[in-house]
Each structure stands twice: as structure tokens, then as C-alpha cells.
């Protein structure tokens, strides 16, 4: 019997276009004789689009407008054996999909609504890693309601880490919202930008030099396996929205050129993250090494990173052996498995 998989795509974030993308993969690569596929795009409005117009959206890659309430096609999702949610960003990798699905109790791919939410919040991530005892860089909190009524207590904790310094929304991600500030003069503006995002804000100390940027895939439930670890290379201050998502701006390196200890040493710290998240299913670590110091620090938690045939995360299980039509028939698997 073949299964029947759900694939979401799009989404309200703004990263709906990247996900349409990385649906097209998917949908050509689950192999037919195995699985009977429904894709359904999300429009940018949350809403649920019938199969003409979710086909047009596919085709067309552009944001689509119309269709149900999602709760309608929630419930409609019940003679479906498993759901891939290919959605990334708030309100599709943050658990509330997740949360749906499980309410609509049909099994998904990736994370529960614990680990999603949890990698998803880059504060959250923060405080569950720290107490795990993984290294991390210097950071602090803050929230919209203080910024605007005790400005100067935040400007204060932004000089205890000196500068310069990174100013992130807790939850989104593509470098939305991100900058980098090199004095106290920057700060107000960062802070004000990334408070229009989000309702909560993390300051972190930058790195002492500026870092390599490593990678790693992790593919499993309960037994989790890494893959190599890759690396981002750019020209670029740093990995911001426009080095992303312009062609020929950055380069991947598969396997990454480092001392077998430290690549040794990025699959356990990511094994061990991924354990202490409670993810599932499939995760992309990022690290920055500093090759100065030899400082090996975990920056972020993706739990549906970008899934194009050309995206990091198949790429490195590629490398290790395991083409992207086996990887996508695997993470269905593995959200059918027992657990
Ligand atoms: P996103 O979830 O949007 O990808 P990240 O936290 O990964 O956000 O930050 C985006 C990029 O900003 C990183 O890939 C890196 O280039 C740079 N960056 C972020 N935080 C730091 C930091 N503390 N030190 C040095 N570079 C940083
Ligand atoms: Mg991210
Ligand atoms: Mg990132």
C-alpha cells in the first residue's frame, strides 16, 4: 500500500518564497512507486490553498492569496498517513503546525511542538543549551515593554557585552532583522528594528575574531546520526539576508576543511544540542569556529533548514552516502517510526 503524504509548503513567514522551493525538490524526489503526494501551499495569509491553486503557487513560486482556514483543511488532513510540513520561520517551524498536526493526530516530519518551539526562540535555545553545558557566545535578553520604558537599562546591558555585538528578534531567522553594531550609536537602531519584529530581543557579544561558519545535518529520532559538517564561505561583514539569497554570494565546502578533532568535535556538540532540544527527525547545527582561538561555539538550531536539492542540509548527507530521494523516503520513515 502506498502511503499518503501531505507536503506543506509556503507559509506565513518570510521565508514562504524559500520553502515553495524547497517543496518543488521534495515533490519530485519522493519516489512514486512508494508514496501518493498531496501538496497544499499556505498562503502568506495562513490560509490553505485548493490543489489548482496550490499547483499554480508551486509553478509560479510567487506568494499566493486565497483559500480555507487552516483549521477546515486541518481537519479535512485526517485520511493522510503523514504530514511533511516543509515550512520554515514563525508560524510553520515554531511548533504551532506541530501543534495542529498533533491535535489533528497525524504523524509529521521533524520536531514535536517542544523542540520546534524551543529551536525556533533563539533565547529559549540559549537557556536549554547553557544548562546542557554547551558552549555558546555571551548574551542577554531583553523585551519590547523595557526598551520602551527603561531604555538605558538595556543600552547598559548591550555595554556589558561590548561591542561590537549582534541584535537578533528571539524568533525569526534568515538574518531578518539581524544587525551587526559597532558602537553605542548603532544601538538604538538595531534595537528599534529588531523590537519591530519581535516582542523579544537577544543581544549577544560577537565573536573575538570574525568566525568560520560550520554546519552540520542531524538525521534520526531517538539514535540520531551526524552527517559531515560543511562550511559557509562569503564575502560578506557577515551571513545577512542578501548573501543568503543571492546567487553566487557564498560558497559550500563539503567536507569542510578542518582538524579531524574539531569536526569530531562539532557532530558531538550537535548530538548532544539536538538531545537536549527534543528534536526529531532531522535538524541543521550551526557553529562558529573561531580559528584564532580555536573557540568552537553553537550559534543556532535549525529544525527545517533549507531543503532544496543544492541546500546544505541534503548536501551533507549526500556526501555521507545517502541521495536526497533516500533522505526525504527516510525523514517520512522516521515520522512514521514508533518512538
Ligand atoms: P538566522 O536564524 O537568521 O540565520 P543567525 O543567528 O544564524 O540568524 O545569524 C545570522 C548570521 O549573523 C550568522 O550566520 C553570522 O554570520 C552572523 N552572526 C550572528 N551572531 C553572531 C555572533 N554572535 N558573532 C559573530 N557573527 C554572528
Ligand atoms: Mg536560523
Ligand atoms: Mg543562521
Not at 504523524?107 to 511542538?113: E, H, I, Y
Not at 547598559?156 to 538574518?175: D, H, I, M, Q, T
Not at 557577515?238 to 569536526?263: C, N
Request: charged share 20%; net charge negative; proline share 6%.
Amino acid at each position: 500500500m502506498k502511503k499518503r503524504i501531505l507536503l506543506l509548503a509556503g507559509g506565513q513567514s518570510g521565508e514562504h518564497e524559500v520553502s515553495l522551493m524547497s517543496a518543488r525538490s521534495v515533490l519530485n524526489a519522493l519516489p512514486r512507486d512508494q508514496f501518493d503526494v498531496t501538496p497544499v501551499v499556505i498562503s502568506k495569509q495562513g490560509r490553505w490553498l485548493p490543489p489548482t491553486e496550490t499547483q499554480r503557487a508551486l509553478d509560479s513560486g510567487e506568494a499566493p492569496t486565497g483559500g480555507d482556514l487552516v483549521l477546515h483543511r486541518a481537519a479535512s488532513a485526517e485520511g493522510y498517513d503523514a504530514v511533511f510540513p516543509l515550512l520554515h520561520g514563525p508560524m510553520g517551524e515554531d511548533g504551532t503546525v506541530q501543534g495542529l498536526l498533533t491535535l489533528a493526530g497525524i504523524p509529521f516530519v521533524g520536531s514535536g511542538v517542544l523542540g520546534s518551539a524551543v529551536s525556533m526562540d533563539k533565547i529559549m535555545t540559549k537557556q536549554v543549551l547553557a544548562s546542557a553545558g554547551i558552549p555558546q557566545v555571551a548574551w542577554a535578553l531583553a523585551v519590547r515593554r523595557e526598551w520602551q520604558a527603561q531604555p538605558d537599562t538595556v543600552r547598559e546591558r548591550a555595554a556589558a557585552l561590548g561591542y561590537p555585538l549582534f541584535v537578533k528578534p528571539a524568533n525569526l531567522g534568515s538574518s531578518v532583522g539581524i544587525s551587526k553594531v559597532s558602537s553605542a550609536e548603532e544601538l538604538d537602531g538595531a534595537l528599534d528594528l529588531a523590537f519591530s519584529l519581535d516582542r523579544r530581543v537577544i543581544l549577544e557579544a560577537m565573536t573575538a575574531h570574525k568566525p568560520r561558519e560550520v554546519e552540520v545535518g542531524i538525521l534520526g529520532n531517538d539514535a540520531p546520526i551526524a552527517s559531515p559538517v560543511g562550511e559557509l564561505r562569503f564575502d560578506a561583514d557577515f551571513y545577512d539576508y542578501e548573501t543568503k539569497y543571492t546567487e553566487g554570494r557564498a560558497s559550500m565546502h563539503i567536507p569542510a576543511p578542518l582538524p579531524t578533532e574539531v569536526a569530531d568535535q562539532i557532530r558531538s556538540l550537535a548530538l548532544r544540542a539536538f538531545r537536549a532540544l527534543d528534536c526529531a527527525g532531522l535538524a541543521r547545527v550551526d557553529f562558529f569556529y573561531v580559528e584564532e582561538t580555536g573557540e568552537l561555539l553553537l550559534n543556532e538550531v535549525n529544525t527545517m533548514p533549507g531543503f532544496t536539492t543544492t541546500s546544505m542540509y541534503p548536501k551533507l548527507f549526500e556526501a555521507a552516502g545517502l541521495n536526497y530521494s533516500a533522505l526525504v523516503t527516510r525523514l517520512v520513515e522516521l515520522a512514521l517510526e514508533e518512538r
